[in-house]
């Protein structure tokens, strides 16, 4: 009896207010960072290459002697909590082991990513050519690529986003960062002092 009692004023109570009004699903805003600006490195590299100006660079330190000649770098976006990560290294009659090596790297994401699409990419006039990986899904990275000059030269990025990969809730992320790194691939040269020296 006491419980019927209880349903019956939850009831009449209920049924006292407004009726319901649809509303449409809310997404939370994400700001991205402006793409209108744009600089060099700020710091001496064997590639030159236009990063956004909201973005923070940090060069990384060599870990030995033996590879002394790489250069490593984030390019971190502090508000999106995105890095790219960048690797260099020159060419040595080591080409093929660099390319295999990178594209090695690349599939083993596609255990986790529910698709992945290639493109080659060419800017003769830089002597920049390479291959460009996206993938879909709830892979660890959403873009790879590497870039060589096919004899001095071998760079390869990585883009990391630093939270889960929900691949719905980073869409507006990842499109993003994928025309930043395509922007820098449109713009990346080789220092040439390098390619004198080595």
């Known amino acids: 009896m006491k419980h019927s009692l209880f349903i019956v004023l939850f009831a009449l109570l209920a049924s006292c207010s407004e009726d319901p009004v649809a509303r449409p699903n809310g997404h939370m805003r994400i700001g991205l960072p402006a793409q209108n600006t744009y600089t060099a490195l700020p710091f001496e ?3 030159k290459l236009q990063i956004n100006a909201e973005a923070k660079a940090i060069k990384k330190d060599v870990l030995s002697d033996t590879n002394a000649a790489e250069f490593w770098m984030d390019l971190a976006y502090p508000s999106i909590l995105s890095t790219v990560q960048f690797t260099y290294k020159p060419v040595t009659e080591n080409l093929e082991e660099l390319v295999r090596d990178a594209q090695q790297l690349a599939y083993k994401h596609t255990v986790k990513a529910s698709g992945m699409r290639e493109q080659f990419f060419a800017y003769p006039e830089e002597g920049v050519y390479g291959l460009y ?5 709830a ?3 959403t873009t790879q690529f590497y870039a060589t000059d096919s004899t001095s030269h071998f760079l390869r990025g990585v883009l990391y986003h630093y939270s889960t990969p929900n691949a719905d809730s980073l869409a507006p992320v990842t499109q993003f960062m994928r025309d930043e790194v395509l922007k820098m691939i449109a713009t990346l040269k080789w220092d040439k002092a390098e ?3 080595g």
């Open 45 to 47: 590299a064997p590639f």
């Open 133 to 137: 990986y996206e993938f879909s899904g």
């Open 139 to 141: 892979s660890a990275t």
């Open 195 to 197: 390619e004198i020296e």
